[in-house]
């Protein structure tokens, strides 16, 4: 896991409450808020987290279906939501909430195998022909098609035959993959990410560990895997544009907002910024400019990979349009130590979700290119096992909010995507729940070896945030009788000169009782944090982000 020389206030759920008297910022205006015609609001699933199927089709073993096999606590989701079998009806019923948009993976090991011959993974017919019906049945439904080639489940054969994205060859297996799709989909997909969020699966998966394949004992496989993932990625862009499709193409890109702890010290806010660069900035400026961004070059050293001026090339200007991930906001106050011990453990981390961050962010990313349209590509609450959860719904109405504002701004923003369609299967176990559709999970769920459902397990049931934004996604428009409470989101948290503004706006986004008791904790714990990395000896600029082992 990297370390940015910052202490996190990591976001998420405290146990927001929504009620009459505690509702969502909604911004108001004279005349009822809407969104442009072809403005897309849909919906997002990923093939390991929702599919099912693991032996079905010709499919072979990810990395995930090991990961899950040889870790304790991990679940497998070799049944997942059977999507598989159900996509038929799962289409049908978006398209009865009115949505525009379905975003869905490909399974890499699905539509092709691995071929020891040539040491090269072949076309699957079984698998391909799964995704042919999947899409038919889209573009039946009138759903505007977001395809991601790549959700974290490589093939397992490219992981033991080659060491995955550890080595460099792995981008031409990419591209001949991506190829394969381009010339079998190309005229059934609307838009194209190469990869969704390769923050998470490089720090996860080459860093953590805790993501699959689990590698954890280096300090330079994340940046390795990260260029790696670069570099297929552009060539994957160069490819499809060769292929002049009417699709657009784009890396589906996460990060939380980080804000100063203190805007007022020029050290926080230098060290929100730095937060920024080494998620976002880490992957989009490549993309836009061609390099990584000069703090992380600084900061990491040798360890970062270098672009050549043919990387360059490649990398700049790849991509059609802007995609983006978000789910919470980090506070952030710049720390002295040099330890990896104490940097990693985040001491005094508290979890709160913050709307008002959503648009900043939308914000930085635009600042990147203005003239490129944004797809807001997840959005979503992890909420409980209850099919009531007035959370979920306070989430998406405060969130989808500040999404308002941004087109009203003139940001080109012209999609968003709330994560996800149905309760899933997260990294692990198949809780938190972030489904729009509650799903009643039988028992053997997760099990190693699986289980046939019947017809009666796994029954997606509608959550209150399923019908609000069903409501809104067919006509375009919040509800006229949708009342605002607590702050306008056009303050900018960005503009608060201190610790205590920013806990009152916690406060009155939808804290009550007992919270406000945690949020007043916090402001204590934030207090004597920064005192204590104040009287620190400031960290030198060759501070190792990864620990040396």
């Given at each position: 896991m990297m370390m940015l020389g910052v202490i996190v206030l990591l976001s998420t759920t405290l146990g927001l409450v929504s009620s009459s008297s505690h509702r969502a910022a909604v911004p108001q205006t004279s005349k009822q808020r809407c969104f442009p015609d072809d403005f897309l609001l849909g919906t997002a699933t990923a093939a390991y987290q929702v599919e099912g199927g693991w032996n079905l089709t010709g499919r072979t073993p990810s990395i995930w279906d090991d990961f899950c096999r040889s870790r304790d606590n991990v679940q497998c989701a070799n049944v997942a939501d059977d999507m598989i079998h159900r996509y038929v009806s799962d289409i049908a019923i978006m398209q009865a909430m009115g949505l525009s948009s379905f975003r869905f993976s490909i399974s890499w090991s699905r539509v092709m195998t691995w071929h020891d011959a040539t040491q090269r993974m072949v076309r699957n017919d079984a698998g391909i022909a799964f995704y042919h019906d999947l899409l038919d049945a889209m573009r039946a439904a009138q759903l505007t098609s977001v395809v991601t080639l790549y959700h974290w489940d490589l093939p397992s054969a490219l992981h033991t035959h080659m060491n995955g994205w550890l080595n460099a060859s792995i981008v031409g297996h990419f591209n001949q993959y991506?190829?394969?799709?381009?010339?079998?989909?190309?005229?059934?997909?609307?838009?194209?990410?190469?990869?969704?969020?390769?923050?998470?699966?490089?720090?996860?998966?080459?860093?953590?560990?805790?993501?699959?394949?689990?590698?954890?004992?280096?300090?330079?496989?994340?940046?390795?895997?990260?260029?790696?993932?670069?570099?297929?990625?552009?060539?994957?862009?160069?490819?499809?544009?060769?292929?002049?499709?009417?699709?657009?193409?784009?890396?589906?890109?996460?990060?939380?907002?980080a804000l100063p702890l203190d805007p007022t010290d020029d050290r926080d806010v230098e060290a929100a910024e730095r937060k920024l660069q080494f998620s976002l900035g880490w992957f989009l400026n490549p993309i836009v400019h061609g390099d990584s961004p000069a703090v992380m070059k600084r900061r990491a050293g040798h360890r970062l990979p270098r672009f050549t001026a043919a990387d360059s090339a490649l990398l700049t200007q790849s991509y059609d349009?802007?995609?983006?991930?978000?789910?919470?906001?980090?506070?952030?106050?710049?720390?002295?130590?040099?330890?990896?011990?104490?940097?990693?453990?985040?001491?005094?981390?508290?979890?709160?979700?913050?709307?008002?961050?959503?648009?900043?962010?939308?914000?930085?990313?635009?600042?990147?290119?203005?003239?490129?349209?944004?797809?807001?590509?997840?959005?979503?609450?992890?909420?409980?096992?209850?099919?009531?959860?007035?959370?979920q719904l306070w989430y998406f109405e405060s969130y989808l909010a500040q999404v308002w504002l941004a087109v009203a701004e003139g940001v080109p923003v012209i999609g968003y995507t709330a994560?996800?369609?149905?309760?899933?299967?997260?990294?692990?176990?198949?809780?938190?729940?972030?489904?729009?559709?509650?799903?009643?999970?039988?028992?053997?769920?997760?099990?190693?070896?699986?289980?046939?459902?019947?017809?009666?397990?796994?029954?997606?049931?509608?959550?209150?945030?399923?019908?609000?934004?069903?409501?809104?996604?067919?006509?375009?428009?919040?509800?006229?009788?949708?009342?605002?409470?607590?702050?306008?989101?056009?303050?900018?948290?960005?503009?608060?000169?201190?610790?205590?503004?920013?806990?009152?706006?916690?406060?009155?986004?939808?804290?009550?009782?007992?919270?406000?008791?945690?949020?007043?904790?916090?402001?204590?714990?934030?207090?004597?944090?920064?005192?204590?990395?104040?009287?620190?000896?400031?960290?030198?600029?060759?501070?190792?982000?990864?620990?040396?082992?």
């Open positions: 991506a190829e394969l799709m381009y010339d079998e989909y190309g005229a059934k997909v609307d838009f194209w990410t190469t990869f969704n969020e390769p923050w998470s699966f490089c720090v996860g998966g080459y860093g953590g560990g805790w993501h699959a394949p689990g590698i954890s004992d280096s300090d330079t496989a994340t940046y390795v895997a990260a260029h790696h993932v670069l570099l297929a990625h552009a060539t994957a862009v160069q490819t499809h544009r060769s292929k002049h499709l009417t699709s657009k193409i784009g890396i589906t890109l996460n990060s939380d907002m349009v802007f995609m983006l991930n978000h789910y919470s906001t980090n506070v952030v106050t710049d720390c002295a130590s040099t330890t990896y011990v104490q940097d990693v453990y985040m001491l005094d981390t508290v979890f709160i979700w913050y709307p008002q961050g959503y648009l900043p962010l939308i914000r930085w990313m635009h600042a990147f290119n203005k003239s490129a349209p944004i797809l807001l590509t997840e959005n979503g609450w992890c909420g409980h096992n209850v099919v009531d959860n007035p959370d994560w996800s369609f149905v309760d899933n299967y997260e990294w692990g176990s198949f809780d938190p729940r972030f489904g729009l559709f509650h799903i009643e999970f039988p028992p053997e769920t997760g099990t190693v070896d699986g289980f046939e459902p019947k017809s009666t397990d796994l029954k997606r049931t509608a959550r209150p945030a399923a019908t609000w934004y069903g409501q809104v996604a067919s006509t375009k428009c919040f509800p006229l009788d949708e009342q605002a409470q607590g702050p306008t989101p056009s303050t900018d948290p960005l503009t608060s000169s201190t610790t205590s503004h920013w806990v009152q706006g916690a406060v009155t986004v939808g804290f009550v009782g007992p919270m406000l008791v945690a949020v007043m904790a916090l402001a204590a714990l934030v207090y004597r944090k920064q005192q204590q990395h104040r009287s620190s000896e400031q960290a030198g600029e060759n501070s190792p982000l990864v620990p040396k082992h």
